[in-house]
């Protein structure tokens, strides 16, 4: 193994190959079934959750409400899921997948989620941990904005 520290460049390329590896799934995504990966991923969220509110589909894709509201929309519109008023109060809906969005998804090639978060769930804890701490090092030197992190990486 390379006992020298690694180089901004190398460090740079490996960037590079994470986010190519992201951004091919999801345009394979979207070539395959003409929706984008975060909307797909709503998608099968509905699917594995029938019924869920507009909040606990924020909250299973760690997005803002508005986010998972943009996606519902969109998934709606296409007539993918239907949305209706929950019973015992009316202010919240019911999300449920409708047959045309069982069939999107049948098409996709997995995961919904996208790869990253799939690899992320693969790593050993204490390497999760050491790179929560670098990149939280790294955001902090980039003076990045730390909302944008509520922003599914099929949507950049």
Known sequence: MDS???SNVRVL???RVVFNAVR???QQVEKQVNLGGAQVWALSVVRDH???GMGMLAKHM???QSTASNL?????RKELISMNKAPEDRRNVQLHV??????????VPGPFEGVLPVALDRLPAETLLRLDQDLGELIALLKA????????????
């Open 98 to 107: 409708l047959p045309a969005g069982l069939a999107v998804l049948a098409q």
């Open 145 to 156: 904005d730390e909302q944008a992190g509520g922003i599914p990486l099929a949507q950049l």
């Open 50 to 52: 029938p019924g869920i």
């Open 72 to 76: 519902v929309k969109t998934l709606q």
């Open 13 to 15: 390329r490996r960037f």
């Open 62 to 64: 760690d997005v803002h």
């Open 24 to 26: 091919s799934h999801f």
């Open 4 to 6: 020298q520290p690694a």
